[in-house]
């Protein structure tokens, strides 16, 4: 279960089953989702690779295990595809691997869905990384995706399948989301080499890289307004950012005074590949839905660093 919960529940179940299925329950971000739709009053069952706390089936995706779980649980009314490889190092590691995991594992989830539960809506999650390079906010409509790491053409490849299986499909493109119960990303990794208590902090790249965070709560009430929209209703790809552009120095020193750490932040100027300089969204759809962030990064970081003091067995201070 994870370690916080949104600030509001989620729209509980409409109507019929009841249930929700969450892939990717047992990570960082369908975690968190599929806490909120129990607290919502949701039947929640799980499909992934790590273990969680409700009806779970183990493995990797394919359509027969979603024919077995709606068999015996009845047919899922929302599915949150939150499955898929993680990081853009990881998929640059391993690319088919990556693709596998991230476009293979959606097409049998589309496949399974066409068979067993066709009438359910899907919130899939994408990534910013569709966007690719450019110094410009992104937007849903007049920034056309170019993704330039092999993380951005998976998420973009994944975004067509679902949206041309004839599903009750929503995308929402999320940009760097964070807070209790992230392993992993940039925020995790700087607490691990601050909490050692260094004198200066070195970082790859220049600093000056802009991206857009967002709270792990907020991230998933915008799942939840994507999730209760109309059967039908647009629009159908969403980003998922605050609009708030923050350099990667702005937020290492941010964490850095969260911990009470003295450490200089320094960079490199290396810049590792298929990594842009700006990713920072136009976030004119989600507040059409009455999106708006409710938590800054001050405080998302203070409340990280309370739960990865507590978590992480690493001490610090």
């Not at 009841?18 to 990717?24: C, I, N």
């Not at 392993?183 to 902090?201: C, D, I, N, S, W």
């Not at 220049?206 to 799942?223: K, W």
């Not at 937020?251 to 700006?278: N, Y």
């Amino acid at each position: 279960m994870p370690p916080s919960s949104p600030s509001q529940p989620l729209t509980p179940p409409p109507h019929g089953t009841g249930l929700a299925l969450v892939t990717g329950a047992g990570g960082f971000i369908g975690g968190h989702v599929a806490a909120a739709l129990e607290r919502s009053g949701w039947r929640v069952a799980a499909l992934g690779r790590r273990p969680f706390a409700a009806p779970w089936a183990e493995g990797d995706l394919h359509r027969d295990r979603l024919r077995a779980l709606a068999a015996d649980l009845g047919r899922p009314e929302l599915v949150v595809h939150c499955a898929g490889t993680g990081s853009v190092r990881a998929a640059e590691d391993d690319q088919d691997g990556a693709r596998r995991r991230t476009v293979g594992g959606l097409e049998q989830l589309l496949a399974g869905l066409s068979q067993s539960a066709p009438a359910a809506r899907l919130v899939l999650l994408s990534s910013a990384a569709v966007y690719g390079e450019g110094e410009a906010p992104k937007d849903e409509q007049s920034t056309p995706p170019n993704p330039i790491s092999a993380y951005g053409r998976h998420k973009l490849e994944a975004e067509t399948a679902a949206l041309s299986s004839g599903l009750d499909v929503a995308v929402v493109r999320f940009f760097s989301i964070y807070g209790p119960g992230l392993r992993k990303q940039l925020f995790f990794e700087l607490y691990r080499r601050l909490a050692a208590g260094p004198e200066t902090l070195l970082l790859g790249g220049t600093g000056q890289e802009r991206r857009d965070f967002l709270y792990i709560d907020d991230a998933v009430r915008l799942i939840g307004l994507l999730a209760a929209l109309p059967t039908g209703a647009r629009p159908r790809v969403v980003n998922g950012g605050s609009g708030r552009p923050t350099s990667v120095r702005e937020a290492a020193e941010a964490l850095a005074r969260a911990m009470a750490s003295p450490a200089r932040v320094e960079f490199s100027g290396e810049v590792r590949a298929g990594d842009p300089r700006v990713l920072v969204a136009d976030p004119a759809r989600a507040r059409a839905l009455g999106f708006e962030p409710e938590v800054g990064l001050d405080e998302g970081l203070a409340r990280y660093v309370a739960w990865a003091s507590a978590a992480l067995e690493i001490a610090h201070g």
